[in-house]
Nanobody, 123 residues
């Protein structure tokens, strides 16, 4: 079955960096756009970033653009989210998700989800 497993979360001070990883298995990875979403306590899940199946195209939420970089390695079935200049408001559980075909910011279009990894940014 399809599995997406995130790692790399943790506690970091404001201004610091983290790199999230997502390992995918059980799917033909190159056929899937991959996305990152997050959910903070008491808030709705929100789109963070997405990368096309080839890795040649990305989209970012306005609030992370210029600070986060989403990439993938199709040879390793991995997707990454490099997060720099972290802010306390970036604190959330971050989820990796997979969608067959074109990338999208719409979470409802993603069929597969990881279990999430906690990111906590202290002020």
């Amino acid at each position: 079955q399809v599995q997406l497993v995130e790692s790399g979360g943790g506690l970091v001070q404001a201004g610091g960096s983290l790199r999230l990883s997502c390992a995918a298995s059980g799917l033909t990875f190159i056929n899937y756009a991959m996305g990152w979403f997050r959910q903070a306590p008491g808030k709705e899940r929100e789109f963070v970033a997405t990368v096309s199946d080839s890795g040649g195209s990305t989209l970012y939420a306005v609030f992370v653009k210029g600070r986060f970089t989403c990439s993938r390695d199709n040879a390793k079935n991995m997707v990454y989210l490099q997060m720099n200049s972290l802010k306390p408001e970036d604190t959330a559980v971050y989820y990796c998700a997979g969608k067959y075909g074109w990338k999208t910011v719409d979470a409802d279009r993603y069929a597969y989800w990881g279990q999430g990894t906690q990111v906590t940014v202290s002020s």
